[in-house]
């Protein structure tokens, strides 16, 4: 734990802390924790630096002599996107029971790009380590969300054992006077700032909660490649260096020793050979002469070993699976690839934990605006259900849906299906398609419809028939 000058604190993490029974950051307070997350986002942006292949080799100062080759082994690209592809590739799904509520929920998904901000909310969370989803009311006074940025806004949460946030700050610098300006969003308020000046907001938070959630895949708000820095950084070098020697030995040297070939005495060979590429003394030994390329000295092993080292290194601590391993190749039954991608499915279960949390607080400040759903407590009710992104067997998943079939209900069964995205409308369309097929055959059964009309008329025709029978033979005894 640090503490800064105040009253605040900082954990482990870069979390923010402020006394519970304080109404509102001081000032000087503000400024200290604003001057920490800028610190702080030195390293946040070093690491957007590294997922764009913008490496510290490529600023380091240049050599002397020799070929200077600097190239970049953009892993955090891949483990980055690899990772974030397999947890939110397939788009969770987020789902009420009631069925209005479901379809105004899915309406402010599909109108807020919910799902799009989400996977973007997910690739901050595997470069920086945490990221911002901020709720806000546009011109027209509809409820949306967007997502922020660790570098230029932060979180700062009560002293107390539910840790509840106490108050979120964005902040950027102002280009005129050259002062940080930002705003700071309580639960009951909303403050700006100018430098060391705070003043109170125009605007009003109709949300009586703080409206911002933070999102992180672990406590310790680590990215997913920060464990593997050191070694991407090594991996680099190795690679810069491997392609400074086949450069530097690329030229292939000639020596000529103990044969004279100036004929004419000009001091120069008189062949037609290459100029500085060659080592020429024909006043050596002449019966022992030799000519011959010089040999580069093979240190090729020893280089691509320790780079097969470090590659496989930065997949195993980085724990995300490379797609591109020989491990990968031929036809690996399922149980098999499960275990070779266990340890990033853990990771990932982890993820899915946090993840449905903050969404759940997410919700609550949404429907708390009451205009997405008539329940400002239905975000208690939401279903959430995450989908690894991994390959489908469509004949597998056929055959896992045919077995459920009898066993638990359509819903259920669709929502272990990766094949549907929505198991609520897909059993509404089922219905709805057993319904048409009906009313067709009804249409299309015509002439049975008309042949139990004529029987049914033959039968009354019988009856009446019957009846007059009937009726003229009481006249007659009458």
């Known amino acids: 734990m640090e503490t800064v000058n105040g009253k605040g604190q900082i954990l482990d993490g870069h979390i923010f802390i402020y006394p519970a029974d304080e109404e509102e950051l001081d000032p000087h307070d503000l400024l200290s924790f604003m001057r920490r997350n800028i610190q702080y986002a030195k390293d946040y942006k070093h690491n957007m630096q590294m997922y764009l292949g913008n490496h510290d080799i490529l600023h380091q100062q240049r050599r002397m002599y020799g070929p200077d080759n600097r190239l970049v082994a953009n892993l955090p690209h891949y483990i980055v996107d690899t990772y974030n592809g397999f947890f939110t590739g397939i788009p969770p799904k987020i789902t009420l029971d009631d069925k209005n509520e479901n379809e105004a929920l899915q309406q402010w998904n599909d109108t807020n790009s919910f799902q799009d901000k989400l996977s973007e909310i997910s690739k901050q969370t595997d470069i920086y380590g945490r990221s911002f989803a901020f709720i806000y009311q546009d011109e027209s006074a509809n409820t949306c969300i967007a997502y ?46 100018k430098g060391s000046v705070v003043e109170d ?5 109709m949300y009586n909660l703080v409206p911002a959630v933070e999102f992180y895949g672990n406590e310790e708000r680590q990215g997913v490649f920060d464990n593997v820095k050191t070694l991407i950084d090594e991996l680099d070098r190795v690679l810069s260096q491997k392609a400074n ?4 030995f690329d030229n292939a040297y000639l020596k000529i020793l103990g044969l004279d070939l100036d004929e004419d005495g000009d001091g120069r060979p008189d062949a037609n050979l290459i100029g500085n590429q060659m080592i020429y003394s024909p006043n050596a030994d002449a019966a022992n002469a030799d000519v011959e390329f010089i040999s580069k000295p093979d240190g090729d092993n020893m280089q691509e070993h ?3 080292r470090l590659v496989s290194m930065i997949y195993q601590v980085s724990m995300v699976a490379n797609l591109n391993d020989e491990a990968f190749a031929g036809n690996s039954s399922g149980v098999a690839l499960q275990y070779k991608l266990l340890p990033m499915r853990n990771m990932a279960a982890n993820k899915e934990r946090k993840f449905t ?7 609550r400040i949404v429907f708390s605006a009451d205009q997405v759903v008539k329940d400002k407590d239905a975000w208690q009710d939401l279903l959430f259900d995450f989908k690894q992104n991994l390959p489908i067997d469509i004949s597998e998943e056929a055959d896992t849906l045919q077995k459920l079939s009898g066993v638990v209900s359509k819903e259920t069964a669709f929502r272990n299906s990766r094949l549907i995205d929505d198991p609520k409308k897909e059993v509404e369309r089922m219905q709805k398609e057993k319904q ?15 042949q139990m009309l004529m029987d049914d008329q033959k039968e009354n025709d019988k009856e009446v028939v019957g009846f007059r029978k009937n009726g003229d033979s009481d006249d007659e005894e009458e």
């Open 306 to 308: 320790i780079i097969d």
């Open 436 to 450: 048409e097929e009906m009313n067709q055959a009804l249409q299309h059964s015509a002439s049975a419809t008309d």
């Open 245 to 248: 020697q086949v450069e530097y």
């Open 201 to 205: 907001s125009d605007q009003n938070n």
């Open 148 to 193: 922020a940025s660790p570098t230029d806004a932060f979180m700062v949460y009560d002293d107390t054992v539910a840790r509840k946030p106490f108050a979120f700050v964005r902040y950027w610098k102002d280009t005129e006077s050259g002062l940080w300006t930002g705003m700071v969003y309580y639960a009951n308020k909303i403050k700006t700032f």
């Open 357 to 363: 949390q903050a969404l759940r607080k997410l919700y």
